[in-house]
């Protein structure tokens, strides 16, 4: 039968609060000290931990480019959608006369309080704006 190498000593000063996180780890799951810190040691000195921490990162950096390209092409809807807007309203919407004015005013409250109704419904049961929009449609040039 092989006879196991023997280890070798090694003293370390711990922080108490790291030595309190060890202490409870260890008692934790019913091993010593020594072996939990060995195997701590173990594992941060392994290449596999490093090239395994920059797969989870690099993993998680993917999926906030993902969603960050889904906001900038959410976002480029919504201002282009409020610019064909403004401009149709202004091109269409002649100016009134003082006394129509202050009527039209009391109208646009009822008529924006309804419409703020109707956006947090969409909003709250869908479907919304962007998923009506297909993503591979290419670009139309205004003179089209």
Known sequence: MAKAPK?????????PDVMKALSAHAARRGHSL????????????????????EGVT?????????????MERDLGIAVETLA???RFWLTTTPALP??????????????YDAFVAALGRRLANGPKLRQEISEDISPVSESD
């Open 7 to 15: 280890k070798l000593r090694l003293s370390v000063y711990l922080e």
């Open 84 to 86: 064909i807007f403004v």
């Open 34 to 53: 020594s072996l939990v810190a060995e195997a701590g040691i173990a594992s941060f000195l392994s290449p596999d931990a490093a090239e395994r921490q």
């Open 58 to 70: 690099t993993k998680r950096l993917d999926q906030i480019d993902r969603r960050m390209t889904r």
């Open 98 to 111: 003082e006394p129509a004015a202050q009527a039209a005013r009391a109208k646009a409250t009822e008529r």
